[in-house]
């Protein structure tokens, strides 16, 4: 993972629910990852160990046709 990297992550929230997230990487420190969630507009703090999955997220990108 490379800081600024935009991923899809699986977590599993203290209460146990599992939500897919876009995130923007900030920093990752002893065992939690800083980042921005686009799910929530905010910075956010992630225990590395509750991250079930994760992956580069695919942009999506429009193609005009001429």
Known sequence: MQYNQT???MYLSKTHAISK?????IKIAGNTVQAYCFTRH???TFII???L???PAIQRV????A
């Not at 997230?21 to 990487?25: A, E, S």
């Not at 429009?62 to 046709?65: L, M, Q």
Request: charged letters at 35%.
């Open 62 to 65: 429009s193609v005009v046709n």
């Open 53 to 55: 999955a994760a992956y």
């Open 21 to 25: 997230r876009r995130i923007k990487l």
């Open 49 to 51: 160990d509750n991250i």
């Open 7 to 9: 991923l899809d992550i």
């Open 42 to 44: 905010a910075k956010r």
